[in-house]
């Protein structure tokens, strides 16, 4: 299951990352969070429904296609709090997520647009957040 569609090793990678997801969304439930956004909701949403496509439907591209975008846009609100407050974010993580794709698209067992979506977009995400910290904390700085 975890090899799906010749993912080979870097899958662990990504499913670690969704259960360490999935345990704040039940923590989430437990503690019955009250700052959730209409946006979360949705969110929500469209991760199941690409969960569905992938593991019912058996369309693996468009869940991978579906799931990125939707994880995408989930971050926009970060980058909005990172641009108006670049403190209020710890650059290492975001460097340590770069390199935590980089070693999941080398540990890819078959390269395709599958198996490269998801922790390619991410390289690109995390590196662009990561500047965008060390940019504006400079130029607020001056």
Same mark, same amino acid.
Request: proline share 4%; charged share 10%; no cysteine.
């Given at each position: 299951?975890?090899?799906? #569609?010749? $993912?080979?090793?870097?899958?662990?990678?990504?499913?670690?990352?969704? *259960?360490?997801?999935? *345990?704040?969304?039940?923590? $989430?439930?437990?503690?019955?969070?009250? #700052?959730?956004?209409?946006?979360?909701?949705?969110?929500?949403?469209?991760?199941?429904?690409?969960?569905?496509?992938?593991?019912?439907?058996?369309?693996?591209?468009?869940?991978?296609?579906?799931?990125? %975008?939707?994880? %995408?846009?989930?971050?926009?609100?970060?980058?909005?709090?990172?641009?108006?407050?670049?403190?209020?974010?710890? *650059?290492?993580?975001?460097?340590?997520?770069?390199?935590?794709?980089?070693?999941?698209?080398?540990?890819? $067992?078959?390269?395709?647009?599958?198996?490269?979506? #998801?922790?390619?977009?991410?390289?690109?995400?995390?590196?662009?957040?990561?500047?965008? %910290?060390? *940019?504006?904390?400079?130029?607020?700085?001056?």
């Amino acid at each position: 299951l975890l090899d799906y #569609n010749g $993912g080979g090793p870097s899958t662990y990678i990504q499913f670690t990352n969704f *259960l360490l997801t999935l *345990l704040v969304l039940l923590f $989430g439930l437990r503690t019955k969070a009250k #700052n959730t956004e209409a946006s979360d909701k949705w969110f929500l949403a469209m991760a199941i429904i690409s969960f569905f496509l992938w593991l019912i439907v058996k369309q693996p591209l468009l869940s991978s296609i579906i799931a990125t %975008l939707t994880a %995408l846009f989930a971050f926009v609100p970060t980058i909005r709090k990172s641009w108006k407050n670049p403190y209020s974010e710890t *650059l290492s993580s975001y460097v340590i997520n770069v390199l935590r794709q980089a070693i999941t698209l080398v540990a890819i $067992g078959t390269y395709s647009i599958i198996t490269v979506i #998801n922790p390619l977009t991410w390289v690109f995400a995390n590196l662009a957040l990561a500047l965008l %910290l060390i *940019l504006r904390r400079i130029t607020l700085k001056k």
